[in-house]
């Protein structure tokens, strides 16, 4: 994996993306040429071409990133991939018929969109069939081997046998532990040179999953294996980096005190999130000011009450402020307490149903971010009660408000609605990953992957 601005990216992911945008490029290449060719016009040099065609590849290219063309499931599943390439192709010719329509350049016709639209579903879609047929759906797998073999080695087993899982398991090394899960680990007494024995197997990196690690590292391997080139990594930071969340079950105080992550140096990423929070949330107040008044009309007539819903959550270290929401319950909703929402909640109006799949309800947050009291990348805010509650109940979950909380989030695009205590837990382990990892890069990646969940609102409540 390469570690871009502290978020970990599969190289498979990279150099997919790369000859993607390559053969994004000859597609609009192609479309050019023919229509040129229709119409009787010199196609002229391609060096006078580069930068529209660059353009043009970086906004679809922008739109497969959104839908989740790189995402794991997509990676593995051509089905599912042909599925997304086809809705973010659309997304991004429409998007670039926009730009003719304001640029009026002949370099977006129209007629030369829809045969790069042609051109590009066709390249994408073969580009992967081969990619499938010659190198295999784990050709890009990481080989990697685990010293333990108990209940750690186990989920490391289940991590890797998902579809999704972008690395394979090449061997087992037991290390006298008390109880071995992994029954086909081989015992370490069994390998005259374990240095010699990971070379042999094409070893890329090697996981400490061992449950009591004093007394049974065996340093002079592992220090042999780091100098050949091969990544040694404990268990905790392999589960952030594989799963992109803080395993809950295994972290400790000093591994979040010692790990890389919460950096102090976040003066400049701070001042340029909170410079593209205002600028957003002012352009996004003005484009949806329509919207919201429509709708806050419609949510008057749906049913009796305000159209607007106040409630007090929790924000940056721990301070309250009031959320402003189109109301999507009833006013009665919150008689006896804050409570969970559930699925097919009764207390959801009929017009709230909508404005919550869509999430239009979520559109005067923004007004909250102009004012500072969100931003539009955080862990979600949560109720006073339920904070005082859930703190009680699960370790760290305070240290989700060293930083904003936001309209979307990490924990809200690779975590489905929770409204349990579980669920709760489930999500800090996305948030404290974000809170730790926290780059202007990453909160690029939670924007552009929202578009995805707006257009696949499996969670929605």
Not at 333 to 344: F, M, S, V
Request: hydrophobic share 50%; charged share 25%.
């Amino acid at each position: 994996m390469i570690r871009l601005f502290k978020h970990y990216i599969p190289h498979a992911v990279i150099l997919l993306g790369l000859l993607d945008f390559g053969l994004l490029m000859l597609a609009g290449e192609l479309a050019w040429q023919v229509r040129a060719s229709q119409i009787g016009m010199a196609p002229g040099a391609l060096g006078d071409r580069i930068l529209p065609l660059a353009g043009s590849a970086a906004v679809v290219w922008t739109a497969m990133i959104s839908v989740g063309v790189y995402g794991p499931y997509a990676l593995r599943s051509l089905r599912f991939a042909s599925a997304r390439l086809l809705v973010a192709i659309s997304l991004g010719i429409i998007a670039l018929a926009f730009v003719d329509f304001i640029l009026q350049s002949n370099a977006f016709w129209r007629s030369t969109l829809l045969y790069a639209m042609g051109f590009t579903v066709v390249v994408l879609v073969a580009d992967r069939l081969l990619l499938n047929s010659f190198l295999g759906s784990s050709a890009f797998r990481r080989r990697v081997l685990v010293l333990g073999a108990g209940d750690r080695a186990q989920r490391l087993r289940e991590l890797a046998d998902k579809p999704e899982s972008g690395f394979v398991i090449v061997s087992y090394i037991s290390m006298s532990e008390p109880e071995r899960v992994v029954e086909e680990a081989i015992a370490r007494e069994a390998i005259h040179d374990l240095g010699k024995f990971v070379e042999n197997l094409g070893v890329s990196e090697v996981v400490l999953a061992l449950q009591e690690r004093r007394n049974s590292l065996p340093l002079k391997d592992l220090l042999r294996m780091k100098t050949k080139g091969v990544h040694v990594n404990d268990f905790s930071s392999f589960l952030e980096r594989e799963t992109g969340r803080v395993d809950l079950d295994t972290v400790n105080p000093s591994w979040l005190i010692f790990s890389d992550g919460f950096s102090s140096g976040r003066m400049l990423s701070s001042a340029v999130k909170r410079i593209f929070d205002i600028l957003a949330s002012l352009v996004l107040l003005l484009l949806t000011f329509p919207i919201i008044a429509v709708f806050a009309v419609l949510v008057k007539l749906d049913s009796k009450g305000p159209a607007f819903f106040r409630q007090e959550r929790v924000g940056l270290y721990g301070q309250t402020f009031h959320l402003i929401k189109l109301r999507s319950m009833r006013t009665d909703a919150e008689k006896d307490g804050a409570k969970w929402a559930e699925e097919n909640d009764p207390r959801i109006t009929r017009l709230g149903r909508f404005i919550r799949k869509v999430r239009i309800d979520e559109l005067p947050q923004s007004w909250s971010v102009l004012k500072g009291q969100m931003s539009f990348v955080g862990p979600r805010p949560e109720v006073p009660k339920f904070v005082e509650d859930l703190e009680e109940e699960i370790a760290f979950y305070g240290e989700r408000h060293m930083v904003k909380p936001g309209i979307t989030g990490w924990a809200q695009i690779n975590y489905p609605y929770g409204a349990s205590t579980e669920d709760s837990r489930k999500k800090l382990e996305f948030d404290l990953y974000y809170a730790k990892n926290y780059t202007p890069f990453l909160d690029l990646v939670i924007l552009l992957q929202t578009v995805r969940v707006i257009l696949w609102p499996e969670g929605a409540r």
